[in-house]
């Protein structure tokens, strides 16, 4: 038996497949990341279109197989981020969400509060607001809500609360306060109060790139999984 299922969906990875098929990774709201096969699909504009790319949110119908890949049956555009191809800052920005996301949700577990947050970032970034405030706040609001949440308020070796300005140890988890590591010359000051302000983000870019950095490599590390669009970050112009 085939069941026919629909969901909204966004693109995480297409890999083409023997002539005209597709091999895709869709985070799909109601299933969460699935894997499908697109057959025809480099032939077929009217089932595909030129939706079956990064930055479009679709509706997508597919047959439940029982086996690794479902059949991709059909894609209905619900909405379209042009900006992301206009621009290459942004471009590099939203893959990053993007593939922060493949890293950190496992397969077919829904997971419809990250799938709203990402909808959300990516119309944010499209509509040309401050970039990478929202980059950061999706980091820690996905993070959250995927079981990876940095803890932000008490020392990760004590446990004492933090009261303003720490390190953060990517390994431990999170914040680690100043008495029990001592003091340490050109270490990272962590500030939670900058995290949780986004005026302060507004006011200061280039610290907000430094813990979008910090927050891809916490995200590496604890889902053993490497961020491939972390490397064009560097070459970010703010
Ligand atoms: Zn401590």
Same mark, same amino acid.
């Given at each position: ?26 985070? /799909? ?9 697109? *057959? ?5 504009? =009217?089932?595909? #279109?030129?939706? @079956?790319?990064?930055? $479009? ?45 493949? /890293?950190? %949700? ?38 959250? $809500?995927? #079981?990876?949440?940095?803890? @932000?308020?008490? &020392?990760?070796? &004590?446990? =004492?609360? %933090?009261? #303003?300005?720490?390190?953060?140890? /990517?390994? *431990?988890?999170?914040?680690? &306060?100043?008495?029990?590591? #001592? !003091? ?21 870019? !280039? ?5 979008? =950095? ?6 590496? *590390?604890?889902?053993?999984? !490497? ?9 970010? =112009?703010?």
């Amino acid at each position: 038996m085939h069941s026919m299922n629909s969901s909204e969906a966004l693109l995480l990875r297409k890999t083409p497949y023997r002539d005209a098929d597709y091999i895709l990774s869709l985070f /799909t709201k109601d299933l969460g990341k699935i894997s499908g096969i697109a *057959r025809n699909a480099k032939n077929s504009m =009217k089932r595909f #279109g030129a939706r @079956l790319e990064p930055f $479009v949110h679709f509706r997508v119908s597919f047959k439940d197989t029982g086996r690794e890949f479902k059949l991709i049956q059909d894609t209905e555009t619900i909405q379209f981020f042009p900006s992301f191809i206009e621009n290459i800052e942004l471009f590099t920005l939203g893959s990053l969400l993007l593939e922060t996301t493949d /890293t950190l %949700i496992p397969r077919e577990s829904p997971n419809e509060e990250l799938f709203k947050l990402l909808i959300e970032a990516l119309s944010n970034l499209n509509s040309k607001k401050s970039p990478l405030p929202i980059v950061l706040q999706f980091q820690l609001q996905a993070l959250s $809500v995927s #079981g990876y949440e940095p803890n @932000l308020h008490s &020392c990760a070796e &004590c446990e =004492k609360p %933090i009261k #303003g300005d720490s390190y953060f140890s /990517t390994n *431990r988890g999170g914040a680690v &306060c100043f008495e029990c590591v #001592g !003091e340490r010359k050109n270490s990272f000051i962590f500030s939670k109060d900058f995290l949780l302000d986004n005026d302060l983000m507004e006011s200061d870019l !280039e610290k907000v790139l430094k813990y979008i =950095k910090l927050f891809t490599k916490f995200t590496e *590390r604890h889902t053993e999984k !490497e961020i491939k669009s972390s490397r064009f970050i560097e070459e970010l =112009k703010l």
